[in-house]
């Protein structure tokens, strides 16, 4: 009867394990031929677009922090799955209860007057273990496509400014 035991008990406790996740290489920051001031309307037209509540909003340090339900970050942006903008630790015991998202963005301007804009994105899974419903927060890993469209949205308008300058 030991015997059993134990070979449950090991059972119970490997699928306990969790297996954190990937960390994904991505350029989260991209210089532009634009303004602060441009710069900084665009990501606050953004923010606004996507009805995302802003948390702290300061021109002059340039950061403009949120944080929310996962959702709001990817409004009209186009992904086979909400799940290929993150991937999270697996435990075979832990039921999420909702994905939070953090997203800090920082716009920085030199002398040469180009912008500079780094794009952070945290993601968090609140839950619980189903053997005590213990509290858990899982760990995930941004893959970088958000942060990438992020950029890009500020990059196509770029674009457009630059050629209608000429």
Do not use: H
């Amino acid at each position: 009867m030991n015997k059993i035991a134990l070979t449950v008990m090991t059972a119970v406790l490997a699928a306990c394990a969790s297996t954190m996740p990937p960390t994904f290489v991505f350029d989260n920051s991209r210089q532009f031929s634009l303004s602060k001031r441009d710069v900084w309307d665009q990501l606050v037209g953004q923010f606004a677009m996507r009805n995302i509540p802003i948390d702290t909003i300061e021109y002059d340090s340039g950061l403009i922090s949120a944080s929310t339900g996962i959702g709001l970050f990817f409004a009209d942006v186009q992904a086979p799955v909400i799940r290929d903008y993150y991937v999270c630790e697996t435990n075979p015991m832990f039921v999420p209860t909702s994905t939070m998202a953090t997203f800090n963005v920082q716009v920085v301007a030199d002398e040469e007057q180009l912008t500079t804009v780094t794009i952070n994105l945290g993601v968090t899974q609140p839950g619980y273990i189903t053997l005590n419903r213990a509290p858990v927060v899982g760990t995930c890993s941004s893959t970088g496509f958000i942060e990438t469209e992020w950029l890009n949205l500020i990059g196509s308008a770029t674009l457009t400014d630059v050629e209608d300058s000429n």
